[in-house]
């Protein structure tokens, strides 16, 4: 039977799941205290000046509030000078840069990795805003600092109307069923598609917990990456027994079948198309955010067994498998990740998410190979001891 979680209000996993998970709105007052204090809003600006992050300064004029502007990174000092009264600060990904920010993911245990987006952090004062808007994904937005105001409305969908001529997608109105501020710790979860609107009270940080769900175009793209590759595939189809017809520009119903069932048929039986979901899925979605790590051989790691260092997860990767023929298959980042049979146990704790002791059990000449092979393309990384 599953537990209660607090970070839910006390109900379970399943419940949730079943009643609320893309469905309707859950409030959870003081669900995750740890997370007061880890960002200040001082150093969502610091982090917003700095190379290869993600960020985005939304501004409103103080004339016309309904005039919105967006400047996207790289973004300078000079742009936080003369702001006006109402302006919003993003930052993505968030997580990649802190630990203890990285770890409030196990918060949410019954949601697999690779649903994951990224973490990120809103900063505003009083009345700033991104305005009435919705998203296409699941997010559990969380009070780190300050209070923010939260309004929900109607659901929308990919038909609904914007404000036109403006930089975001802002709905006209909206219907109101919820209105409440959310102080440090509460937590709001917001399903797919359902409006919502967050209103500074004072200076406020807010974290979104995105999962996002991939859509079939970028699917389909790196499919037929996977195909492009295949020489075989260039070579023209054998003709079906042909029959002489009167009508030239016509494509007969005999000969269309013929095409489409060729297609699917190879579709169906395609290696190139397990490989290609599963590199799609295990791309990072922010990949200018893995680190260049310092090269690492195996003897070097032979002589850290034993002194209290940890594997983890490096926080910018992704790391997923699935069964394959009784065996554990291992994407990181985008790629195949070939490991010898003994780590492959020990590499899907990491990718669930444990931190792994790296004890006498790893004192194996292939393993600590394939140990140095994951720290050099950045998709683990060491912990010291007592970190």
């Not at 204090?37 to 960020?55: I, M, R, S």
């Amino acid at each position: 039977m599953s537990q209660s979680l607090a970070v839910l209000g006390g109900i379970t996993a399943e419940q949730f799941l079943n009643e609320y998970w893309q469905k309707k709105p859950l409030l959870v007052r003081n669900a995750m205290p740890e997370i007061i204090g880890l960002l200040e809003p001082e150093d969502v600006q610091e982090l917003a000046l700095e190379e290869d992050v993600t960020a985005r300064l939304i501004r409103q004029k103080n004339k016309n509030p309904n005039e919105w502007h967006v400047k996207s990174s790289p973004l300078t000092k000079g742009d936080f000078q003369k702001l006006p009264n109402l302006w919003t600060l993003l930052v993505q990904a968030v997580d990649h840069y802190s630990f203890d920010i990285s770890e409030l993911w196990k918060k949410f245990p019954f949601i697999p990795q690779w649903r994951r987006d990224d973490i990120m952090v809103s900063y505003a004062p009083k009345g700033g805003s991104v305005g009435k808007h919705f998203d296409f994904y699941d997010v559990f937005l969380v009070q780190g600092h300050g209070h923010r105001r939260w309004q929900l409305g109607q659901m929308c969908d990919e038909s609904t109307q914007f404000i036109p001529d403006q930089p975001l997608k802002l709905l006209p109105e909206m219907d109101i069923q919820f209105d409440e501020v959310l102080a440090p710790g509460d937590l709001l979860y917001v399903p797919p598609g359902l409006s919502h609107y967050g209103v500074a009270e004072d200076d406020c940080l807010t974290f979104s917990f995105g999962f996002r769900m991939p859509n079939l175009s970028e699917m389909i793209d790196q499919v037929s990456d996977k195909f492009a590759e295949n020489t075989l595939l260039k070579n023209p189809l054998a003709d079906i027994a042909r029959q002489q017809t009167a009508h030239l520009g016509e494509i007969n119903e005999v000969e269309f079948s013929y095409l489409k069932t060729q297609l699917l048929d190879y579709l169906t039986k395609a290696p190139e198309f397990d490989a290609a979901i599963m590199a799609y899925m295990s791309e990072s979605s922010y990949p200018n955010n893995i680190p260049e790590p310092e090269e690492v051989e195996a003897n070097d790691l032979g002589e850290i067994i034993s002194t209290g260092y940890k594997l983890i997860l490096e926080p910018a990767s992704r790391l997923l498998y699935r069964m394959q023929n009784g065996s554990l298959d291992f994407w990181a980042n985008g790629e195949n990740v070939c490991i010898s049979e003994p780590f492959a146990a020990q590499l899907k704790r990491i990718a669930d998410g444990e931190n792994v002791v790296l004890d006498e059990s790893f004192n194996d000449d292939a393993v600590l190979e394939d140990i140095a092979m994951l720290l050099n393309n950045a998709v683990v990384m060491l912990l010291p001891p007592q970190e």
